[in-house]
């Protein structure tokens, strides 16, 4: 089989995250001696996460592995949305997420000439996708049936093709299973690998509030029309459902202002005029109604300081206004809220 680089050394990809577990993958695989180039396939459903060029330039750089950060967020999104093996706790769709990252990373194998892939795995370190039979099923889906390795708990795997053929010694991987991270950070220390992430605990699609928000989207608004920007701005400021076709989103903060403002794509938005207060999004306005009771809500979190009623302004659909708004109450608002 060819895929060697230049000088004969094997070449292999690394499926790497921004966790511990994949960067010891990786450097073990380096000090083999294996030519060896990282991928990271990014989704940006986390307004409020650093962006991910910067964290892996700031992981990988001094270890000197070659890292190529891709943006799927478009492609996952429909993963997201129907899931063939279900979802986790949240709505984290890990199974088919690993098949996807596979089916990818195979396609990057075959363009850059690698023979096989790492991964920072470990069995039984996560419920949903880590545990064995689901390690193999997901390796089969993606089309690497026996080209995936996975350093730090090989030896309690069966031998890949890597292995078997000796692209990947046998012996100088590890046999690490389940969720502590002991010898994790045993290897760190012995690899001289000092700067590392805590761990997480998995991405923002099992965060448990992001979850119950998503629920109510995907029935509310329908799965088909829900896009990329949408699973955004489920990250930010206070939600409220006043009926299922009629979504609002308040800032809690300048900076929730800021970034409601710049992801809004098709949202009418709302604010107060001459004063300090929220930056409001909603979709689903119907009509006259529909303005003055998100102007109520804009206006329910303006500073008390501020006597009402209270000029908001507004824009949306070709159409932007001015109109006079007192606060609506505080319970009914809060009883449209997720
Ligand atoms: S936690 Fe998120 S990124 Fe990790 S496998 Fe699950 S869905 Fe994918």
């Not at 706790?89 to 089916?103: A, E, L, Q, S, T």
């Not at 350093?151 to 690490?176: Q, V």
């Not at 990329?228 to 489920?234: A, I, K, N, S, V």
């Amino acid at each position: 089989m060819s895929g060697a680089a230049a000088g004969g050394k094997a070449r292999a990809l690394a499926l790497v995250s921004t966790g511990l577990d994949s960067l010891l993958a990786a450097r073990i695989t380096q000090r083999l001696g294996i030519d060896i180039l990282g991928v990271h396939f990014s989704f940006r459903f986390d307004p409020l996460r650093e962006d991910p060029e910067t964290t892996i330039a700031r992981l990988y750089e001094p270890l000197d592995i070659p890292v190529r950060v891709i943006d799927v967020s478009d492609d996952f999104l429909g993963i997201v949305l129907k899931p063939e093996h279900g979802y986790g706790k949240g709505v984290n769709p890990c199974i088919d997420c690993k098949i996807f990252m596979y089916r990818r990373a195979k396609a990057l194998m075959e363009e850059t000439g690698a023979r096989f892939l790492v991964t920072g795995e470990v069995p039984g370190q996560r419920p949903m996708s880590q545990m064995k039979p689901v390690l193999f099923h997901i390796e089969k889906e993606g089309g690497l049936r026996g080209l995936v390795v996975r350093p730090l708990g090989a030896l309690g795997l069966p031998e890949s093709i890597p292995e078997k053929e000796g692209w990947m010694d046998r012996g100088s991987l590890y046999g690490i299973q389940g969720r502590s991270r002991k010898e994790q950070l045993i290897l760190a220390e012995k690899f001289g690998i000092r700067m590392y992430p805590q761990p997480a605990g998995g991405c923002i699609l099992t965060d448990a509030q992001y979850a119950v928000r998503a629920r109510i989207l995907f029935r509310n608004r329908g799965r088909e029309r829900i896009r990329t920007e949408d699973m955004q701005l489920l990250r930010l400021g206070r939600h409220f459902w006043p009926r299922p076709e009629l979504h609002v989103i308040v800032g809690r903060d300048l900076k929730d202002n800021a970034l409601l403002e710049s992801l809004n794509a098709g949202y009418w938005l709302f604010e107060a005029a001459g004063i300090e207060g929220p930056l409001v999004l909603a979709d689903g306005i119907q009509g006259e109604e529909d303005i003055r009771l998100v102007a109520g809500i804009t206006a329910r979190y303006i500073g008390k300081k501020h006597g009402g009623p209270y000029r908001i302004v507004f824009q949306g659909s070709g159409r932007s206004g001015e109109v006079e708004a007192l606060r609506l109450d505080e319970g009914l608002v809060d009883s449209w809220r997720v």
